[in-house]
T-cell receptor, first 113, second 114 residues
Framework: AQSVTQLGSHVSVSEGALVLLRCNYS??????LFWYVQYPNQGLQLLLK??????LVKGINGFEAEFKKSETSFHLTKPSAHMSDAAEYFC???????????FGAGTRLFVKA | DAGVIQSPRHEVTEMGQEVTLRCKPI?????LFWYRQTMMRGLELLIY????????DSGMPEDRFSAKMPNASFSTLKIQPSEPRDSAVYFC????????????FGSGTRLTVV
């Protein structure tokens, strides 16, 4: 069965520090992988996605993620956190021919001044 | 593009009343999804449509919930009768049917049942 696991429901970093949000998936077929961000009182917004090709993908607001097939991971990173990055982040996976996207439980990112 | 439009943004109703949530997907998108988000359960898929046809409604919690998509530009989620445990934020999202496309979410409807 396909699934998504986000390690850590809460992550706290200092402003200017590295952001690392972890995501692992389980799949028997090649996945499509996504990260979404949700700011307070808003809907989810697509941050970046991996479909095929280059395994390092760049998204909006300086975020990037790397697809590592051997580790079944798709961790989200940003070199330097900003206060405006405080939000909830969702990892998600879908598959060729599938209609549904499976979302992880979410990781809330706190940024300390 | 105005994005996915949901109405109302907030709804407060009394237990037992009927509630109708509305969604206008992005023009050209042929898949539409209704989600519910709560602190306890996170993001739950309720139902999704492809080309206006319901494909999977296994996430609809009870018979009190129903959803329709009469045309490509409009969908409704109805709760009748409403109960306090239905209080949540309800999101509509649309996409192209291709599974690598990603979703565009609306801003949600915050429902409070008192």
């Amino acid at each position: 069965a396909q699934s998504v696991t986000q390690l850590g429901s809460h992550v706290s970093v200092s402003e200017g520090a590295l952001v690392l949000l972890r995501c692992n998936y389980s799949s028997s077929v090649p996945p499509y992988l996504f990260w979404y961000v949700q700011y307070p009182n808003q809907g989810l917004q697509l941050l970046l996605k991996y479909t095929t090709g280059a395994t390092l993908v760049k998204g909006i607001n300086g975020f990037e993620a790397e697809f590592k097939k051997s580790e079944t991971s798709f961790h989200l990173t940003k070199p330097s956190a900003h206060m405006s990055d405080a939000a909830e982040y969702f990892c998600a996976v879908s598959f060729t021919g599938g209609f549904k996207t499976i979302f992880g439980a979410g990781t809330r990112l706190f940024v300390k001044a | 593009d105005a994005g996915v439009i949901q109405s109302p943004r907030h709804e407060v109703t009394e237990m037992g009343q009927e509630v109708t949530l509305r969604c206008k997907p992005i023009s050209g998108h042929n898949s539409l999804f209704w989600y519910r988000q709560t602190m306890m359960r996170g993001l739950e898929l309720l139902i999704y449509f492809n080309n206006n046809v319901p494909i999977d409604d296994s996430g609809m919690p009870e018979d009190r919930f129903s959803a329709k998509m009469p045309n490509a530009s409009f969908s409704t989620l109805k709760i009748q009768p409403s109960e306090p445990r239905d209080s949540a934020v309800y999101f509509c999202a649309s996409s192209l049917a291709a599974s690598d496309y990603g979703y565009t979410f609306g801003s949600g409807t915050r429902l409070t049942v008192v």
